[in-house]
């Protein structure tokens, strides 16, 4: 049964629009804020997920924000693509702010989506007032991983709706205790087709990426950024025991940091009114200057 709270909180659903991006047609979302004076708050989801992962999520922070959610290409209701890279998808998060009116806002970028933010705060940081990663790695070292091979490429339709959400699945997988969390993003992940009911994501996203690209190491992309940055994670997070965390509070302020209790790495479909309360936190925490 859905809590009072997260009833209301889809109850304010967003407007919907799309831009193209290079090519390609991307779907955003916006819940607007009723103060004259309120800054952009930009949510990015990770990597098969979509943008209504924050439908729950988006509407605590319209007392202060205009917010606004993405589905970077290859998800949700945004076009697939013949390549993807991380400057690409980079481009989408910039193009998305820009068509939506956001003016400098705080990024909120989870697990993949949390690199890609990354990328775009590095490459773009003048477009960005902060950037907030969460439970994404922040490696020391630069990547060289080398694109997986192509799935079979067997296009999968469900018979409804109901077998469809049966058969979703938390990547990479977790336990979570809130059921009807995962039955509306269940939902939300399928489109129907003349054919059944179908997952939205192109399943090929890491096999069509170019990893080519000559980036820093993330941990020197953090230093360079002068705009604040900082992080929240789960305490039960396979990407963050207390080893990873020790070295994570020499690139990000301890200050900027928050743990979620009782999270793994889908944060705030675990905990997600926890996970509201540490991010109005950390970014009302933004406006005071950190050692």
Not at 28 to 48: I, N, R
Request: aromatic share 10%; proline share 8%.
């Amino acid at each position: 049964m859905q809590p009072d709270w997260f009833q209301r909180a889809l109850k304010q659903g967003p407007d919907h629009h799309y831009v193209d991006i290079d090519g390609a047609r991307i779907h955003y979302q916006c819940w607007a804020s009723t103060d004259p004076t309120a800054k952009g708050l930009l949510l990015v989801h990770g990597h098969a997920a979509h943008a209504h992962w924050w439908d729950f999520i988006a509407p605590a922070f319209t007392g202060h924000f205009n917010v606004v959610a993405l589905d970077m290409s290859g998800s949700g209701d945004s076009d697939h693509r013949d390549i993807y890279s991380a400057t690409g998808f980079a481009g989408e998060i910039i193009g998305v702010s820009n068509a939506a009116g956001l003016n400098s806002p705080i990024v909120v970028g989870h697990s993949f989506g949390g690199a890609m933010t990354r990328v775009a705060a590095w490459q773009h940081e003048e477009a960005f007032s902060g950037l907030v990663l969460v439970d994404s790695a922040i490696p020391g070292h630069k990547g060289s991983r080398r694109a997986p091979p192509m799935p079979k490429l067997r296009e999968r339709f469900y018979p409804s709706e109901k077998e469809g959400m049966r058969r979703f699945r938390l990547r990479p997988p977790q336990p979570c205790g809130n059921q009807y969390v995962l039955d509306h993003i269940a939902a939300t992940s399928l489109r129907v087709t003349d054919r059944g009911y179908q997952f939205k994501y192109d399943s090929a996203v890491f096999a069509k990426m170019r990893h080519a690209e000559d980036f820093p190491a993330a941990t020197e992309m953090i230093r360079d950024l002068a705009i604040p940055v900082g992080m929240i994670y789960g305490e039960n997070s396979r990407f963050f025991p207390p080893k990873v965390v020790t070295e994570l509070e020499k690139v990000i302020p301890p200050a900027r940091i928050r743990s979620v209790p009782d999270a793994h790495h889908h944060v705030f479909l675990d905990q997600p009114l926890d996970f509201v309360t540490k991010l109005k936190d950390l970014l009302e925490g933004f406006q005071t200057p950190t050692q």
